[in-house]
């Protein structure tokens, strides 16, 4: 079933719908990879598939413009793969099951994948076009770009002659990007030794929290689920044992649920078999503990109230049992390595107004038998506070008997003062509307300043059109941003 067709683009939403029927989370790229170089031997273009499954498809410039200088166009095939609660999607084989409601292209339960699915689809229909006119293209589509840019840093673009290019993964129309905070993924090990121990375990789970994307809505100072459960745990962290904790879907996005499981132990004074854990000091102790893990639930969720409102705390007390559960060492080590983790805006930029700087978002939280895994990311428009990040992060986990590894390490893309093209841009969008774009400079990754290390004399803009709550099942695409953002492009190409 066509589910967008009708609507205009008609040829930009027929290829993202196209595209929508392929998975294509990060690390699982081959197969959108493979369907976008099909799509570029069906149409006779030149087409370059490396063996991280990053392409490059060329096409010549259009009638009169075939000796102007190459564009390039980038963006990412792969998506963060989020679904809400009860959903069942297996997004290592299946596709995205899109609606349309209220002028917005939406996802049924998972995440849309229109970041950065909408730059496939425009490529598409430009490169597919006879009638189109544009300057020879260079068409590059990176891999694994949500999980640290790994395929635009593997790329070798030796074989690119353009130096001008338009990055098409910003998600706010009418506004120009020139530069963007550099990042890197800090995992942070803690060993665990566990024992078996007997009580009573309890369930906790955090969720209905706006989660959001890690480095555009970090300045909101939305609740990380991760961070509020840590707060829960240390309140009653010389009294339990953990026996489990998970949290987070992916280090750039903001986590929105959480859940751990805890036991309250008999002490070793008592004398009850398993049968008798209803009764007697164990229960009184168990209701103590309870009592003040839903005290502090509502602090936390009055502070956040405004941000969260629809964040949802529960305790679940279980059966009785005598279970491998951390011991008390590890217990307080693992909810330690949570709880005193830096995380959120650090720094604003002193010279741009609203600007985030440094910030650090706790994303992924992991429990293993025998090891704790988490996973930050790291943004900073400056290498020196990004590295000053990653040894505060290492020098916690040293102190905890951990170790630290980092991965997708990437700079920041610096904003250039002098772009002949984000000037042409400008004067496009102002004779089409107007009023001129707002350039502004971002705290989130976009590959630009992967690429900016590759490519001489790079002069580079991002643009795109609106699309809210990237990187959750809420992510919504706008129609008609997505026209007037196409037909932008289109003028655009014309008069390069």
Request: charged share 30%.
């Amino acid at each position: 079933m066509e589910v967008l067709k009708g609507l205009e683009p008609e040829r930009v939403f027929f290829y993202f719908e196209d595209i929508s029927k392929v998975a294509r989370g990060s690390g699982n790229t081959k197969g959108i990879s493979d369907h976008l170089k099909d799509f570029a031997n069906r149409h006779g273009l030149e087409c370059i598939q490396d063996e991280k499954n990053n392409l490059i498809i060329f096409k010549e410039g259009s009638l009169g413009l075939e000796n102007a200088s190459p564009l390039i166009l980038q963006g990412h095939m792969d998506m963060v793969c989020a679904k809400e609660k009860g959903v069942s999607h297996d997004f290592e084989k299946e596709g995205i099951e899109l609606k349309v409601e209220d002028g917005m292209v939406r996802a049924k339960g998972t995440t849309l994948g229109a970041d950065d699915g909408i730059f496939l689809a425009y490529a598409m229909a430009l490169l597919e076009s006879e009638s189109i006119k544009h300057p020879p293209l260079e068409v590059l589509i990176t891999v694994d770009e949500e999980i640290g840019m790994l395929g635009a840093a593997y790329m070798d673009l030796s074989c690119l002659k353009g130096r001008r290019m338009i990055n098409i993964d910003s998600e706010q129309e009418g506004i120009f990007t020139a530069g963007c905070a550099g990042g890197v993924r800090v995992t942070d090990t803690i060993p665990l030794k566990r024992s078996s121990v007997k009580g009573r375990l309890i369930e906790i789970r955090v969720e209905g929290l706006r989660g959001g994307h890690s480095g555009e809505s970090i300045h909101e100072y939305r609740a990380n689920a991760n961070i509020v459960m840590s707060r829960l745990l240390s309140k009653v962290a010389d009294r339990i044992n953990l026996v489990d904790i998970q949290g987070g879907s992916a280090d750039n996005v903001i986590a929105d649920a959480s859940m751990a499981l805890i036991m309250v132990k008999e002490d070793s004074s008592e004398r009850f078999s398993l049968g008798d854990f209803a009764g007697g000091e164990l229960e009184k102790k168990l209701n103590r503990i309870l009592g003040e893990l839903k005290d502090e639930a509502k602090r936390i969720k009055k502070e956040y109230e405004n941000t969260d409102p629809a964040m949802s705390v529960s305790f679940e007390p279980k059966e009785n049992c005598l279970l491998e559960v951390m011991d008390e060492e590890s217990t307080k080590r693992a909810i330690a390595a949570i709880y005193l983790a830096p995380n959120g805006v650090l720094k604003m930029d002193p010279y741009i107004r609203g600007l985030v700087k440094s910030s650090l978002n706790l994303g992924i939280v992991r429990c293993e038998k025998e090891s704790l895994s988490i996973c930050h990311l790291l943004r900073s428009s400056s290498d020196s506070e990004k590295e000053e990040m990653v040894a505060k992060i290492a020098c916690l986990s040293s102190c905890l008997k951990g170790s630290v590894s980092c991965q997708g390490d990437y700079s920041a893309w610096e904003y250039n003062k002098e772009s002949p093209l984000r000037e042409k841009m400008v004067e496009v969008y102002r004779d089409m509307y107007g009023k001129d774009p707002v350039v502004n400079v971002i705290h989130a990754g976009v590959e630009c300043g992967v690429l900016a290390k590759k490519i001489p004399d790079f002069d580079c803009v991002s643009i795109g059109p609106d699309i809210k709550d990237i990187h959750t099942p809420k992510e919504s695409l706008d129609i008609g941003s997505v026209k007037r953002n196409y037909e932008f492009l289109l003028r655009l190409l014309e008069s390069l």
